[in-house]
């Protein structure tokens, strides 16, 4: 139930950014990540990243699946804060 919680907010904030970006064009700017990216691609990467994290939770501890959700997610929002 956890992993498809996790799935469902991607398509979720994936129909938000189309929202956005239809709404608000995004310029590219340089942020933390060594080069230059649109909302998109920070957006993607960041989907990347809280994937394998998420799963390299399931995969690699018995704990709680909502820890590494949630840790999943936070990476998420660092890299599009800062990326």
Do not use: H
């Not at 590494?68 to 936070?74: R, S």
């Amino acid at each position: 139930m956890p992993v498809a919680i996790f799935f469902i907010c991607i398509a979720l904030m994936l129909v938000g950014m189309t929202i956005w970006e239809i709404r608000s064009p995004t310029i590219e700017r340089k942020g933390l990540l060594p080069l230059r990216t649109t909302r998109g691609d920070r957006l993607f990467i960041g989907l990347l990243s809280a994937a394998y994290i998420n799963l390299a939770w399931v995969g690699l501890t018995n704990t709680n699946q909502f820890v590494g959700t949630a840790i999943g997610f936070l990476a998420l929002f660092f890299v599009m804060a800062k990326g």
